[in-house]
């Protein structure tokens, strides 16, 4: 068995070394579609195996193990032209790939095909590229140990692509889409979605729990093979999301490479709708000029994590579940954010809220919630639960992430709630202007975390304090 994180630690110095690759971003595309190939290729041999009439929707000249396997096959000048990205006819494997059709299995070379789309060969050395081919080939993906390790190597892959300045649109902690999975519980032939999938982890998450909880037989395992789909629209994510996918086993991930907020509004019917949606849906990030025109006009902003609410109501069948992220910013805030917030109360029942400490999802340090909510009956009441970081640590950290362990009180209050010192409860009616942030009120104000905007309120408060204060002492002086 291989050392699985000296190999991903190898192939980082070795990329490092190549004057093509500038950068993490650059770097994680390029070991994101060579390690779909490595990955399809060894799912592909184990087909093979299992189905008698199951061949490769990839040429034969392409299969990696025709080209990649062999440590002392194509290198230098003749590896380059061989991948040739940029030919104008067929015979290099970015050209061949990106043109690749398949009568008898349509829908997997599709999945090809989009990954080759949306990808490049940065490096301009075939002998570092051939380096970094004999280090993958240490992993046997078809070893349950190798794919194990892996499975953390692969999210050690995740938190570099959050790092590499993208804000942590990609990244959601394994122990909050672990418990927001457990808390919606999807069931075995429930359609479950991620709009806004990243990488894939609620995705995986919906699969491992089901396989846990509800697949017993073959039969039952194709349903769950039918079930899963997601939706994304960054290149890098969705090619490690589709990879992430195939590892779980998803034979033809239904997985989209698409603007979700691009998908006609008023087009989603019946049959596009799902029982489940789990997401971690981007804030922050721009949108496309025009997005918003998609939508209602009451309901258009410029901040995608409020279009993906309303986004996602639409997604939802009658009775629906829902569990997903929001930013401090998405829960208050008047105008088009109240009339949003009014949509969500109004149209589902808003049953519990989350609330995370700024440096969950380390190293951005945004104050985040947790929503659940079943589409079709109002909101009457919500349950708040406020998550305590572990006793003695003042943040989380690279080193000290959120641990699924810690939310070990959280599960056990859930089906039993009661008012604490860490739950509270509010009335709908009591909300004003439909406002979600509202603070533990067992914490004394001095205990309590406070956002940058409600930090940069309070100074201000507190000098126009002063300066009345000022001027008053001023006009009793003169």
Same mark, same amino acid.
């Given at each position: ?215 017993? =037989? ?21 090619? *490690?999301?589709? =990879? ?48 918003? =025109? ?6 258009? @902003? ?10 996602? *109501? ?7 579940? @829902? ?156």
């Amino acid at each position: 068995m291989a050392n699985v994180s000296a190999v991903i630690s190898n192939i980082r110095n070795i990329m490092r070394q190549d004057r093509g690759i500038s950068g993490d971003a650059q770097r994680l595309e390029q070991l994101g579609w060579m390690l779909f190939l490595k990955i399809l290729d060894d799912k592909d041999q184990e087909l093979e195996l299992l189905k008698d009439d199951y061949t490769s929707v990839i040429p034969e000249k392409f299969q990696w193990r025709n080209w990649a396997a062999d440590a002392e096959g194509l290198t230098g000048d003749e590896l380059l032209e061989f991948i040739d990205s940029n030919a104008q006819s067929n015979r290099g494997l970015f050209s061949s790939l990106r043109n690749l059709t398949s009568v008898k299995y349509p829908k997997r070379a599709a999945l090809v095909k989009e990954v080759f789309d949306g990808s490049n060969n940065y490096i301009k050395s075939g002998y570092e590229m051939r380096k970094v081919i004999n280090k993958l080939n240490e992993i046997d993906f078809n070893n349950s140990d190798d794919k194990h390790i892996f499975g953390n190597i692969y999210e050690s892959i995740l938190q570099e692509l959050r790092d590499a300045g993208n804000k942590g649109e990609f990244y959601t902690p394994r122990a909050v889409t672990q418990l927001m999975t457990q808390m919606t519980d999807p069931k075995l032939g429930e359609k479950v979605m991620d709009p806004a999938a990243g990488t894939g982890g609620f995705l995986t998450a919906a699969i491992d729990h089901i396989r846990e909880n509800y697949v017993n =037989t073959v039969d039952e395992e194709q349903v769950l093979q039918n079930s899963i789909t997601g939706w994304e629209l960054k290149p890098v994510a969705y090619v *490690l999301g589709l =990879t992430n996918l195939i590892l779980h086993e998803m034979d033809v991930p239904d997985y989209h490479y698409i603007d979700s907020l691009k998908v006609e509004y008023n087009g989603i019917g019946l049959k596009d709708q799902v029982d489940v949606i789990l997401a971690n849906p981007p804030f922050g990030a721009s949108i496309a000029d025009g997005v918003e =025109t998609n939508f209602p006009a009451t309901f258009r @902003c410029k901040e995608s994590a409020d279009l993906f609410v309303i986004l996602m *109501l639409k997604l939802l069948k009658a009775r629906g579940r @829902c569990a997903i992220v929001l930013p401090d910013g998405s829960i208050t805030g008047d105008g088009v954010k109240a009339r949003i917030r009014e949509k969500l109360l109004t149209d589902a029942n808003l049953h519990t809220i989350v609330r995370l400490p700024q440096s969950t999802f380390f190293p951005a340090t945004v104050s985040t919630n947790l929503l659940f909510f079943e589409k079709g009956k109002p909101t009457k009441e919500i349950w708040y639960w406020e998550h305590k970081l572990p006793e003695g640590q003042k943040s989380y950290s690279k080193k000290k992430p959120i641990q699924f362990k810690e939310f070990e009180s959280l599960i056990n209050w859930w089906n039993n709630r009661e008012k604490n010192e860490q739950a509270w409860k509010v009335k709908v009616e009591d909300l004003k202007d439909w406002d979600l942030d509202i603070k533990n009120p067992t914490i004394p104000e001095t205990e309590k975390e406070y956002t940058s905007a409600e930090l940069l309120e309070i100074i201000g408060e507190k000098l126009n304090a002063s300066k009345k204060l000022l001027s008053h002492l001023n006009s009793e002086l003169l």
